[in-house]
């Protein structure tokens, strides 16, 4: 049993690994001139070539005024590209850019490099169960938004 002064706090030690590999990250995309949180966008605009900025702001999590400050700031580096949708010109589609394509590669490998430093002295094993508790964690949390309605 963990002593009442040292009892671990999920939710802090999230908010501490979540905290600890945006400034890794960012670090390591100072030379792009992106931040942790442009990287997410600019990963996911990739995965999900011609998604419109409202889709891509809820995918995230993340306000439509934050979101649209940083793909324009995406956009002038020519990292990301947007064309009016031709069904609805009220929405813009967003693709990578350019000089998107061109960091992409390099990008995605600072992903990966993180993802394999994290699990290092994982093993198989291990791996497998961090990732079906990381799982429920997630499943419970669906649940408590949909009961709570946040």
Do not use: W
């Amino acid at each position: 049993m963990i002593e009442k002064n040292k009892k671990k706090i999920l939710t802090k030690e999230i908010s501490h690994l979540s905290r600890d590999i945006d400034l890794y990250l960012s670090k390591k995309l100072e030379k792009y001139k992106i931040g942790s949180g442009q990287f997410k966008i600019l990963i996911n605009i990739k995965k999900n070539e011609g998604i419109c900025q409202d889709k891509l702001a809820e995918k995230l999590g993340i306000d439509k005024t934050t979101i649209t400050k940083a793909i324009k700031k995406l956009i002038e580096k020519k990292y990301v590209k947007r064309e009016k949708n031709k069904i609805d010109k009220r929405y813009y589609k967003l693709y990578i850019g350019e000089e998107g394509e061109k960091i992409y590669p390099e990008i995605k490998n600072i992903f990966n490099e993180i993802n394999i430093k994290l699990m290092l002295n994982f093993s198989e094993k291990e791996k497998e169960i961090f990732f079906d508790f990381i799982k429920k964690i997630n499943k419970n949390l669906e649940r408590i938004k949909e009961n709570e309605k946040y």
